[in-house]
């Protein structure tokens, strides 16, 4: 693999500017008074929480396919002089559910950095833990993963709802269990809220709520279901439509380009932060679709 010494420098610096500001909101005003008092400390560890997130994003542009094996081969050899207090990996795994958190949040300013051109796409992709026969063996994620369906038949997992500019920016992200449906209006609530413009989608998306998100400025345009009367729209919608599979474009690349989807997780906490850093380190990909 090329190591790219200006990735990594990017994605620590502005890790660790969210990571200040978080610690001064947090422990410098809000829970003063509680840390003075009870004589609060904060967890030690010898990597930063910045250095553990930059690690965790950073290994997607490694080329591994296996955390264990870029952590130990590649970092402990070829990064030691930029990470000098480096953990074990049995140590750095114990850790690495601590930054689930900032990681989010990073993730979420990074989304809000994306440019709003009133054009967006919205889809869900699948993200499998295990095997369908496996479902009744399965513990990692148990009462946190659920039974789901796509368009490719029955799955067990999680699901991760992304809304897309046609630059193929993320403006928002979504975790929920596989049992969610795409056209659930909560959840179109939360990643739709700050969305204006036209929003593309699949005959998933239908929803008898959209007047709500009409009146907040969010045209909702999908594809009509089998056996019910065709829309009218402009030309133009008609036109965008059609490009809704540049979001599929993207799916593909949290697949092939990074490690979103395996069955390798041990720890469902550590699987949370993995899923996060995964949608990080496509902010910072170069050659969006």
């Not at 993963?145 to 067990?156: I, M, Q």
Request: charged content about 25%; some cysteine.
């Amino acid at each position: 693999m090329l190591f790219d010494e200006n990735l990594l420098i990017e994605i620590f610096v502005k890790s660790d500017d969210l990571c200040k500001d978080i610690e001064n909101e947090l422990f410098s005003k809000l829970l003063e008074n509680k840390m003075v008092h009870e004589g609060y400390q904060k967890p030690s560890c010898k990597m930063s929480e910045s250095e553990i997130m930059t690690l965790l994003i950073y290994y997607h542009y490694s080329g591994y396919k296996c955390f264990e094996y870029f952590y130990c081969q590649f970092v402990a050899n070829e990064l030691h002089s930029y990470f000098p207090e480096l953990l074990s990996y049995n140590r750095f795994t114990e850790v690495l559910s601590s930054v689930s958190l900032p990681l989010f949040l990073f993730a979420k300013v990074l989304c809000s950095q994306s440019l709003h051109t009133g054009i967006s796409f919205i889809d869900s992709k699948k993200i499998v833990v295990c095997h369908n026969r496996r479902i009744h063996q399965h513990k990692v994620f148990k009462g946190r993963a659920a039974r789901g369906k796509s368009s490719t038949g029955w799955f067990y997992g999680f699901k991760v709802h992304l809304v897309i500019n046609e630059k193929g920016e993320i403006l928002d992200f979504d975790l929920t269990p596989g049992n969610v449906a795409d056209n659930n209006h909560s959840l179109l609530k939360r990643i739709l809220g700050k969305i204006k413009g036209l929003c593309f989608g699949d005959k998933g998306y239908n929803t008898t709520l959209w007047k709500d998100f009409f009146e907040s400025g969010l045209k909702i345009i999908t594809k009509s279901k089998n056996k019910t009367k065709a829309k009218l729209m402009l030309l133009n919608e008609r036109y965008m439509l059609l490009k809704r599979p540049l979001i599929e474009s993207v799916n593909d690349i949290f697949t092939s380009v990074f490690d979103l989807e395996h069955s390798r997780h041990r720890n469902p906490d550590n699987a949370l932060t993995h899923m996060i850093s995964t949608i990080c380190a496509y902010c910072f990909y170069p050659e969006k679709p």
